[in-house]
């Protein structure tokens, strides 16, 4: 399989965890499959190339073979298809991952879907980002949640 279709693979199979998180009843069933066969799935896939980068029986392709200890040798690595495809895996399986306690922590918290919308949309495109985002504005009503009990 090419690098082209592991990549679009990852893709496809992180958005149909991105879709059922944003639209399906969140109940346990689907909380379940969610972590399961999205994040686990992207998980296993990452360790698997990581493995076989670092065994040397999977080929990088270009020039990879960087280490993780230098810039240059990080641009190394991501210089080549499957070192760029590592790298995405990565970003999609800890957004995904970030995206779902989000929404847990946004339905404990009583906000409505079309509030978390945003935060999601956010995390699914700029991770960092929209945790940020989530992080500055589920503070207050953590706070007063807390002072109820």
């Known amino acids: 399989m090419s690098w082209d279709s592991?990549?679009?693979?990852?893709?496809?199979w992180a958005i149909g965890g991105w879709l059922l998180l944003a639209f399906a009843p969140r109940g346990p069933k689907v909380l379940?499959?969610?972590l399961y066969a999205g994040v686990f799935l992207l998980c296993l896939a990452y360790a698997v190339m990581l493995g076989g980068f670092l065994s040397g029986t999977?080929?990088?392709?270009?020039?990879?073979g960087?280490?993780?200890?230098?810039?240059?040798?990080?641009?190394k690595l991501f210089d080549s298809p499957g070192?760029?495809?590592l790298g995405w895996t990565h970003y999609l399986a800890?957004?995904?991952?970030t995206g779902m306690w989000i929404a847990r922590?946004?339905?404990?918290?009583?906000?409505?879907?079309?509030?978390q919308f945003p935060f999601l949309f956010l995390t699914l495109m700029v991770g960092p980002v929209g945790l940020l985002a989530w992080l500055i504005v589920r503070?207050?009503?953590a706070r007063t949640q807390a002072k109820a009990k």
């Open 32 to 34: 379940a499959l969610i």
């Open 66 to 75: 960087g280490n993780f200890t230098t810039l240059a040798g990080v641009m």
């Open 83 to 85: 070192g760029a495809t």
């Open 105 to 115: 922590d946004a339905d404990a918290k009583g906000f409505s879907r079309i509030v």
């Open 94 to 97: 800890f957004d995904l991952f």
């Open 58 to 64: 999977i080929d990088a392709g270009g020039t990879g």
């Open 139 to 141: 503070e207050r009503r």
């Open 6 to 12: 592991v990549f679009l693979l990852a893709n496809y």
